[in-house]
RNA sequence: GGCCCGCUAGCUCAAUUGGCAGAGCAACUGACUCUUAAUCAGUAGGUUAAAGGUUCGAUUCCUUUGCGGGUCACCA
């Protein structure tokens, strides 16, 4: 049995003094006429004076005790309403119990009229109220006041940890963090209208994969029992996606969940929502264009508006986006020409030659990468493609024709964070698989410190895939981004937190 | 994983140089028949995250551990 504190022992007399009265403190069943946004148009749609009766559900928020009258505040999923306790109207018997039995947080069910109070709210006159569910545990305590039309709280529940913890108790007293989540579907139906309205089609591939690839991340393992197999928890869709290119789709897509076993932070989370697409016979340039485009639609779509307040920045998302390549962006930023330094030694003397203090074991790539990441991404606060990038960093990527060292890759900042990733795909056989092997790819899987090589994968390039282009975005950055928070636990329902014992 | 900061009543927060652990809200008792952060009077509520150390005395100083936040690193 859980241990109870003293707050939670005093409700549960109460729970159990209701049940001697003969009443259920949890009955199966609710009776409800009008939402409470329902009940306020109903009455308000209505000549003053004539009655509207309506019998309304929620949760206790407010109690206000006046002797022989009694105001509280109900909430249910549309909003809230007053109710309005009469001794004259319950009864000695009815008003000492819901005085002395009813607590915030409790579930109740109340019928009676609708009518304006002195004060001018619309608020229902009870005859009738009782308990739908017992609430044994206080919720956090806090108050509102609503100030020219805007709620101000006192004392909110705030704690992040015990926020994440119990986010049941964070949604049923923090209206806008309901809001976020609300927000947070409505960008996911925008990212999926957008892209079914341009012949995309949604589809769903295995969670569980016998290889994983696709991005540069460490995975979860899992293990099948029956089938004596290891797998892994994806790391990206990739190359399931690309696969279906080869089937003849010719515009897919997937918005799903990504594992990652790497470190956590205010925008990387465990397991969190991405969405991939793929486009047959076109380029990242088309990519760049129809990501611009999508963005905007959304922001549009769920705000209202293309501009957006970002951590004090006001961003304006409508397309065109700048576009810059990589490497004319590091000349300025850092006036390093990496076109220059076709090795990864060559660049690594120049970075220390200019006051930088690369790493020492990190190949061209992972250097020019480390450049974008300190020098560039904190700066990029309007949205920006930078493009063309190492190819030993994107295994994946067709290179820039005439440019042995480059990729036609793009990734998108927004707001000093990386949003979008995406290239134009690789699709010769020959090419990737020789790639795989640049990579440290090998095709002895039971070698743990190497990624094996998807050999089904380069099975399905060699029946050939259709040249096209591919995306991926981290939805959580798009919907911190478009919700105005800084940290990827604010925009995921329960984030991942180390258990507590 | 490194470094910095935090953890005090159900919630939000105080506590002087190391000197009796406090307030508001919530709870409980009472008053109050149009209140809305209702108001007024009173009561109760604590292993100060945990363990250890220094000290006559520790919320405060030190060590270790746990959890969280920030930051850096890691992230073919």
Redesign the pocket.
């Known amino acids: 049995m859980i241990e109870l504190?003293?707050?939670e022992r005093?409700?549960l007399e109460?729970l159990n003094r209701l049940r001697e009265e003969g009443m259920e403190p949890y009955p199966r069943q609710a009776n409800r006429t009008h939402t409470t946004q329902e009940a306020i148009l109903a009455f308000k749609s209505k000549a003053e004076g004539e009655p509207v009766e309506a019998t309304v559900v929620g949760r206790l928020r407010?109690?206000?005790?006046?002797?022989?009258?009694t105001?509280t505040?109900i909430e249910d999923g549309f909003g809230r309403l007053?109710l309005?306790l009469?001794?004259?109207d319950l009864g000695d018997e009815w008003m000492a119990l819901f005085n002395?039995i009813f607590?915030?947080g409790d579930f109740v069910q109340a019928q009676g009229t609708m009518?304006r109070?002195?004060?001018?709210?619309v608020?229902l006159h009870v005859a009738d109220i009782l308990m739908l569910a017992k609430a044994l545990?206080?919720l956090?305590?806090?108050?509102?006041?609503?100030v020219d039309e805007k709620r101000v709280v006192?004392?909110?529940?705030?704690?992040?940890?015990?926020r994440?913890r119990q986010r049941y108790a964070d949604l049923a007293v923090n209206p806008e963090v309901r809001d976020i989540f609300r927000t947070r579907t409505k960008i996911v139906r925008a990212l999926q209208r957008f892209l079914d309205d341009r012949g995309f089609i949604e589809v769903e591939t295995p969670i569980l994969q016998p290889i994983y690839?696709?991005?540069?991340?460490?995975p979860f393992t899992t293990h099948h029992n029956q089938l004596h197999q290891d797998l892994f928890l994806r790391i990206s869709f990739e190359l399931y996606l690309k696969r279906l290119l080869v089937g003849g789709f010719e515009r897919v897509y997937e918005i799903g969940r990504d594992f990652?076993n790497?470190?956590?932070?205010?925008k990387?989370n465990t397991e969190f929502t991405m969405l991939e697409f793929y486009m047959a016979y076109a380029d990242y340039r088309d990519v760049m264009t129809l990501t611009e485009q999508m963005v905007a639609y959304v922001a549009d779509q769920v705000l209202g508006s293309t501009t957006i307040q970002y951590n004090g920045h006001t961003i304006d998302l409508s397309p065109p986006w700048k576009r810059l390549q990589l490497r004319e962006a590091l000349v300025d930023k850092t006036k390093i020409d990496i076109a220059k330094y076709p090795t990864a030694d060559s660049l690594r003397q120049e970075m220390v030659a200019q006051g930088h203090e690369p790493?020492e074991q990190?190949?061209r790539?992972?250097l020019i990468e480390?450049l974008l990441?300190?020098y560039l991404e904190p700066d990029l606060i309007q949205p920006t493609f930078i493009y063309d990038y190492p190819r030993?960093?994107s295994?994946?990527a067709k290179s820039v024709p005439g440019d042995p060292h480059t990729v036609e890759r793009f990734e998108v900042f927004v707001g000093g964070m990386e949003l979008c990733n995406a290239f134009t795909e690789l699709n010769d056989p020959l090419d990737q698989e020789q790639r795989f092997q640049e990579?440290?790819?090998d095709y002895a899987v039971d070698d743990k410190e190497r990624?094996p090589v998807d050999e089904d994968y380069l099975r399905a390039l060699l029946y050939g895939m259709p040249p096209n282009g591919g995306f991926g975005m981290g939805v959580d950055r798009l919907i911190m981004l478009l919700t105005d928070q800084?940290?990827i636990?604010e925009v995921i329902l329960f984030?991942h937190?180390?258990?507590?014992?």
């Open positions: 504190t003293e707050l005093v409700r109460k407010s109690i206000r005790k006046m002797g022989k009258t105001f505040h007053q309005y009469r001794l004259d002395e607590d915030l009518f109070t002195r004060t001018g709210e608020t545990t206080p956090p305590a806090s108050k509102e006041e609503v006192y004392s909110a529940f705030a704690d992040p940890e015990a994440y690839g696709g991005a540069a991340a460490r990652r790497e470190g956590v932070s205010f990387h790493s990190s190949t790539g992972k480390s990441d300190h030993d960093i295994p994946l990579m440290g790819h990624h800084a940290s636990r984030p937190l180390r258990s507590k014992d």
